[in-house]
């Protein structure tokens, strides 16, 4: 009778620690599935294309050609004001008195001023070639494993960004400037002159009517990088217990719900 109790009970036990074993295997191959569903996504900056990497050689390549003409809104404004206060003083009102017409003088060359600063400036920005020297920098940076490709493309990144929030702080800047001086310009001048000046007031606003080509290189590398989860709606992971009527044991589960 001992004999056959102590049989049972070591049967018993047995069978407890088979189905521990049996759980912790199913929970470690759920948390493996887990893992490698998560790790099958990688990094988004390896995932687009182009790469930041790719896109900042191909604008490198073609900046050198056209880097004149890159900021040509800021530029084109600058030079309709640069050309309202150099014209202005032909278009005088005929009854100013002395100091009115050193006013509109002084606001003749303010105006000038801002017109050339624009002007020059935006060929100035532009000879700067920011997407050359940032894959100058680029291309230093080793990338013969993930971390070093994720490294380069992060800096690619980094140099997209870096003039396009420039500009987006000097576009602003332009359109007040060249809008409060063409209006400035309009106080003291004839009926011409108020005409020019608000044709110059309008095209004020070219920078933001035309986005400048620095920002909508890294808004459209962005708008790439979040296309990459575009076909996703949605996700969601869920766990619970899954009682197995068989083997009358409890086994915890992972859920991952996909929504495409």
Known sequence: MRKFLLILFLGA?????????GKDDDQDEDKNDVSLILSGMGYP????????????RMEAKAESGSWFMTHW???????????????????????????????ANSIALVTKAVGAAWLIGGLAIGAQRPYANGYRTVIRTPGKDERGQLLRERLAEEALERPARTMRVLQTVAVLTNFTTNALSAIHTNDEGKMYAGVGALLSFLPLMFRDHNINVYD???????KIYAP???AQVSTGVY???????AVPTTNLLWTF
């Not at 800021?74 to 050193?102: N, P, V, W």
């Not at 009682?243 to 044991?249: A, C, E, G, L």
């Open 13 to 21: 036990a047995v069978n407890c620690w088979a189905a521990e074993e």
């Open 45 to 56: 900056e390896l995932q687009v294309v182009p790469r930041a990497s790719e896109r900042l």
């Open 73 to 103: 809104p800021i530029m084109l404004s600058g030079l309709t004001t640069l050309y309202i206060g150099q014209t202005s003083s032909g278009r005088f009102k005929e009854d100013l008195s002395a100091k009115q017409e050193d006013d």
């Open 220 to 226: 459209k590398h962005i708008e790439y990088k979040k």
């Open 232 to 234: 996703l709606k949605s």
């Open 243 to 249: 009682y197995d009527r068989y083997s009358k044991t």
